[in-house]
């Protein structure tokens, strides 16, 4: 079969060996390799296996902890919004919703001008970055205090934006009328001021031994007066505000602290063309436990916005009488005009605190006038209500518990 030498032949057997040999190591080789190869996959396999259980448990708990987040955002005072990349909103709390209205009016509100003023922001420097200062903006008539944040992912590539809105419109507005309280109170202090300034200086310029000018005495004391009625209302105000408010229970008759509060303003609605009319026939024997300056100046508010809030050539009217309401005897004094009226929208706001219903109408005030009023005449177990119509006129009336007379 072979033609070749011996030496050949037994080198090319040698070489046959060689290859032989080399054959079954290699098969060996590829066997332990393939074997090496199928335990690694194997493993790989349960590695795979084992981490996607893992990423799954993982995603239950990221999906249980979104939940949970969710839950979270949903009972938060503050308004949430996220939004993607492309500004598509992801998520937005009740609370953002509410603030919105609808989560409809998002890009036609001041919010969506805000994103856009920070759409072209790229990059971030932390998971977290404040974009420009937090700002008040008018939203759905309130008014929001909005922090746009960019959430920036590992390599600090915008991924997309929160909003944490705060409403403030409270403290907005108390700011607004604690300013215009100050100033109100300044012009109120000012006329009295001067008026006892000038009488003063007109009395020190008389000689000694002159009789006194009665005229310039009234004058100054009730300049005096009316201070007096500034600081009680400044201290009620103040009383309000730390949650109480202490009167006396001094016995007293409804008819007197009617008259007081009529004959004290009188002659200013006259000069106005309103007239004010009394109707206390048959309450003499109407007597109260109350504190006679605060009644009086409750009742003189009621008086005074009768003016204020009237029309000319109108009437405010005062008028007493006792009454049984559920079982309880009062003393009823009601206020009314012939004025503008109330809108059945305001009617239910005019005793909160700083409520002055449309304010282009009211000519002074700071909206505090029924609100202390009322506290009043609960401070005295009594009641202030009003019934109104606009255009037409209101009729306040003010109830205090009635009592035996005391002699
Ligand atoms: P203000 O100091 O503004 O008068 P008030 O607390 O006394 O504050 O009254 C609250 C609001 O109620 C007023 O701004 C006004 O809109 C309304 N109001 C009060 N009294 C009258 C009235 N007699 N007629 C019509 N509106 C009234």
């Not at 993607?84 to 937005?92: P, Q």
């Not at 403030?168 to 012009?187: E, N, P, Y």
């Not at 009167?247 to 008259?259: K, M, Y």
């Amino acid at each position: 079969m072979s033609h070749l030498p011996r030496e050949t032949r037994s080198e090319a057997d040698a070489g046959l060996g060689g290859v032989h040999r080399f054959g079954s190591a290699s098969e060996s080789l590829f066997r332990r390799l393939y074997l090496r190869l199928s335990r690694q996959r194997a493993a790989q396999i349960d590695g795979l296996q084992a981490r996607l259980s893992t990423l799954q448990q993982r995603q239950q708990s990221q999906s249980s902890q979104l939940e949970r987040l969710q839950a979270i955002f949903a009972s938060l005072e503050e308004g949430i919004i996220v939004q993607d990349t492309s500004g598509k909103v992801t998520m937005m709390n009740r609370t953002a919703e509410a603030m919105l209205g609808g989560k409809r009016n998002f890009w036609g509100s001041a919010l969506g001008t805000l994103f856009e003023q920070y759409r072209h922001v790229q990059t971030t420097s932390a998971e977290l970055m404040p974009l420009g200062e937090s700002d008040e903006l008018p939203l759905n008539n309130r008014i929001v205090r909005a922090q746009l944040s960019a959430i920036g992912d590992e390599s600090n590539q915008r991924i997309g934006t929160v909003m944490i809105l705060r409403d403030v419109t409270h403290d907005a507005l108390a700011l607004r009328l604690k300013d215009g309280f100050v100033a109100h109170i300044a012009r109120e202090l000012a006329s009295p001021v001067n008026v006892i300034k000038l009488a003063g200086e007109l009395l020190m310029a008389q000689p000694e031994d002159a009789a006194v000018n009665q005229r310039l005495l009234d004058k100054l004391l009730h300049n005096v007066d009316m201070l007096d009625q500034l600081a009680l209302e400044l201290l009620d105000i103040a009383q309000l505000k730390a949650g109480s408010l202490d009167v006396l229970r001094e016995p007293l008759r409804i008819e007197q602290v009617v008259w007081s509060v009529v004959n004290g303003m009188d002659a200013a609605l006259s000069s106005r063309g309103i007239d004010l009319l009394v109707m206390t026939r048959g309450i003499s024997g109407l007597h109260v436990r109350g504190d006679d300056t605060r009644l009086q100046w409750a009742l003189g508010h009621l008086v005074r916005n009768g003016a204020d809030y009237g029309r000319e050539g109108g009437y405010v009217a005062v008028a007493a009488r006792g009454e049984d309401r559920g079982g309880k005897r009062y003393a009823l004094v009601s206020v009314s005009d012939n004025g503008i009226g109330i809108k059945p929208a305001d009617m239910p706001h005019i005793f909160e605190r700083f409520y002055r219903g449309d304010a282009a109408q009211a000519p002074r005030g700071l909206g505090q006038g029924l609100f202390v009023a009322r506290a009043i005449a609960q401070a005295h177990g009594g009641f202030l209500n009003v019934e109104s119509r606009e255009g037409v006129g209101s009729i306040f009336t003010l109830g205090i518990p009635q009592v035996a007379a005391t002699g």
